[in-house]
């Protein structure tokens, strides 16, 4: 199976809206949203026929049982993570790492672990198509481990498979990196752009993934564009395209339209950019 | 008054809010827990710098003390660790730095180094003091680098920058805020992220209000969500091509438009008194 992920560094730039273009096109059997911190493919993909869920599992958290509590403090020095507040000794679940460290020391035995639900798996159907979601419970922290069970699940499903990620560039960035053929950068022509598309640029390096990058709303800071361009030259990434900025595209995505199926310059640019997508994926 | 300004889904204009806020107000603090993709310094180009380093502590083992009986190997819920024949191998990326299996070790074979993950840097721009997380790249956690910056927080007035998402950088961002601006897109996907980070504010027990930004003729599902939850609205500001240009080339709207200065004055006089009112309740 072949795996085609966005990326962007910055937020906001596009992802998703090309993402989905790309789907359509491509009429992908599998694509999957790694944004679990803000998960928003699902808004724009129409009906599934089936649907099944699954509790995700964070790893195992400390609880103190206060009737064994000796009032040692043992467990509040030993805690690198500020996850054990005083008077009485309790833990503070969101600031728990699950590390055990309290569980070794207590003296008393009154540190015990529970299982907790940080978040929901989804998988979702129609036809021959799967996709794969999740949503983090509030508070809870460990979005690369759910990343990477959001990727299980759509994994040999097809032949290609399309993922959106999420901005940054952090450990749900390297978990959606971690085994992608090729990933899409959609940049955007802005000072703050560029310098957060060359630090994931150089993420995707690190994990020796092939690069190429387009430039979404191109036409908003043309000269920007144009040094984009010129980066991606000196770098030897393939540059594949631009897409202008469209004031419409707000209504069509709020109405449940895509892009491509409105019509128009941007549709058309996102096309041109499929097929060359398309051209270094199978170049690989 | 320390305030954070968030919004789940990037791009939103986070940034755009956080260092004109800052820039008008021309006192107190401005600071960057974008540390994945720190910005704000392009904008507010601070000056007298001074840099110090993020460090974590890592295990690093003697193997003339190690006996291989893998009790660290074992102890470890991230699994940072494994034993072959001869060998203790240890992978700094996955390790949290708990400090569990130099601990355990019964022979004293760990020991813990420092190692550098991200870098603060703190300059000024006038009265107003400029802070920036950065974190190396191939680090999964910024967590520790916000915690260091966020130490100098200034008590009278703070503009305290998030990251997007409503994950662990963002919990560990508003932990100190006393009050939130939530920055919303006029779209459904910024509306399915304002009640994301909008929950988030309710189970830390935030006050918060929404700024509508690049609003558009037509429904703004944001602004319906806003009002559904009767969440304080703050502001609306409008698409503007202009605005676009100006914060592509990260110049600062309240210094290049009188319309914009007074806007972000008026803006920061609502917020310190919603946050005021707030704090009174």
Same mark, same amino acid.
């Given at each position: 199976m072949k795996q085609l992920l966005l990326l962007s560094g910055k937020g906001g730039t596009g992802k998703t809206t090309v993402a989905t273009g790309l789907i359509q096109l491509s009429q992908a059997k599998a694509y999957a949203d790694c944004d679990v911190d803000a998960p928003n493919l699902h808004l724009v993909l129409g009906t599934f026929d089936n649907h099944t869920t699954k509790p995700y599992y964070d790893l195992p958290k400390a609880v103190i049982d206060p009737n064994r509590c000796t009032e040692c403090g043992l467990c509040y020095q030993v805690c690198r993570f500020d996850a054990i507040a005083e008077n009485p000794y309790r833990v503070i679940p969101h600031l728990c790492e699950g590390c055990t460290f309290c569980t070794h020391v207590c003296p008393a035995g009154a540190i015990a672990l529970e299982e907790t639900v940080a978040g929901t798996i989804e998988l979702h159907t129609r036809g021959d198509e799967t996709f794969s979601t999740a949503t983090l419970k509030m508070g809870s922290g460990t979005t690369g481990l759910l990343v990477t069970e959001v990727k299980k699940q759509i994994k040999d499903k097809a032949e290609f498979a399309i993922l959106d990620g999420s901005p940054g560039i952090g450990c749900p960035v390297i978990a959606s990196l971690t085994g992608v053929d090729l990933v899409l950068m959609v940049a955007e022509p802005s000072l703050s752009g560029i310098s957060d598309l060359k630090r994931v640029i150089q993420n995707a390096r690190q994990l020796q993934v092939p690069i190429c990058v387009i430039v979404n709303k191109s036409d908003v800071n043309e000269e920007l564009t144009e040094r984009i361009r010129h980066y991606c030259a000196k770098e030897a990434l393939p540059f594949l395209g631009t897409i202008p900025y469209d004031r419409e595209a707000v209504a069509a995505i709020n109405s449940g339209q895509s892009l491509i199926e409105r019509g128009g310059p941007a549709s058309e640019a996102i096309q041109e950019i499929y097929h060359k997508v398309m051209k270094e994926l199978e170049a690989l | 008054m320390?305030?954070?300004?968030?919004? /789940?889904?990037?791009?939103?204009?986070?940034?755009?809010?956080?260092? #004109?806020?800052?820039?008008?107000?021309?006192?107190?603090?401005?600071?960057?827990?974008?540390?994945?993709?720190?910005?704000?310094?392009?904008?507010? =180009?601070?000056?007298?710098?001074?840099?110090?380093?993020?460090?974590?502590?890592?295990?690093?083992?003697?193997?003339?003390?190690?006996?291989?009986?893998?009790?660290?190997?074992?102890?470890?819920?991230?699994?940072?660790?494994?034993?072959?024949?001869?060998?203790?191998?240890?992978?700094?990326?996955?390790?949290?730095?708990?400090?569990?299996?130099?601990?355990?070790?019964?022979?004293?074979?760990?020991?813990?180094?420092?190692?550098?993950?991200?870098?603060?840097?703190?300059?000024?721009?006038?009265?107003?003091?400029?802070?920036?997380?950065?974190?190396?790249? /191939?680090?999964?956690?910024?967590?520790?680098?916000?915690?260091?910056?966020?130490?100098?927080?200034?008590?009278?007035?703070?503009?305290?920058?998030?990251?997007?998402?409503?994950?662990?950088?963002?919990?560990?961002?508003?932990?100190?805020?006393?009050?939130?601006?939530?920055?919303?897109?006029?779209?459904?996907?910024?509306?399915?992220?304002?009640?994301?980070?909008?929950?988030?504010?309710?189970?830390? #027990?935030?006050?918060?209000?929404?700024?509508?930004? =690049?609003?558009?003729?037509?429904? #703004?599902?944001?602004?319906?969500?806003?009002?559904?939850?009767?969440?304080?609205?703050? /502001?609306?500001?409008?698409?503007?091509?202009?605005?676009?240009?100006?914060?592509? #080339?990260?110049?600062?709207?309240?210094?290049?438009?009188?319309?914009?200065?007074?806007?972000?004055?008026?803006?920061?006089?609502?917020?310190?008194?919603?946050?005021?009112?707030?704090?009174?309740?």
């Open positions: - | 320390k305030i954070a300004v968030l919004s /789940g889904k990037g791009g939103t204009g986070k940034t755009l809010v956080s260092v #004109n806020l800052a820039a008008v107000a021309e006192k107190g603090g401005y600071f960057d827990c974008d540390v994945e993709e720190p910005n704000g310094h392009l904008f507010l =180009k601070p000056s007298d710098i001074e840099e110090e380093e993020v460090t974590s502590l890592k295990p690093v083992v003697d193997m003339d003390k190690c006996d291989g009986c893998r009790v660290c190997v074992d102890a470890c819920v991230y699994k940072a660790l494994a034993y072959i024949p001869g060998e203790l191998m240890i992978f700094d990326e996955i390790c949290h730095a708990c400090g569990l299996c130099t601990h355990l070790c019964p022979r004293q074979a760990l020991t813990e180094t420092k190692r550098v993950i991200g870098t603060i840097r703190r300059g000024r721009r006038g009265s107003l003091s400029v802070h920036t997380g950065t974190m190396h790249i /191939g680090e999964s956690t910024g967590v520790p680098i916000i915690k260091e910056l966020l130490k100098k927080l200034d008590d009278d007035l703070s503009i305290i920058d998030s990251p997007p998402g409503s994950g662990c950088l963002v919990l560990e961002t508003i932990a100190h805020a006393d009050y939130c601006i939530l920055v919303a897109e006029p779209t459904i996907f910024g509306a399915q992220n304002l009640a994301l980070v909008h929950e988030l504010t309710q189970v830390m #027990n935030k006050p918060a209000g929404v700024l509508l930004n =690049k609003v558009e003729d037509g429904i #703004n599902p944001s602004e319906l969500y806003a009002k559904e939850k009767t969440l304080k609205i703050l /502001g609306s500001l409008p698409y503007d091509s202009y605005v676009a240009l100006e914060n592509s #080339n990260a110049e600062l709207l309240v210094e290049r438009s009188e319309k914009y200065r007074t806007f972000f004055l008026e803006l920061l006089k609502e917020v310190v008194d919603e946050a005021t009112l707030a704090a009174q309740r």
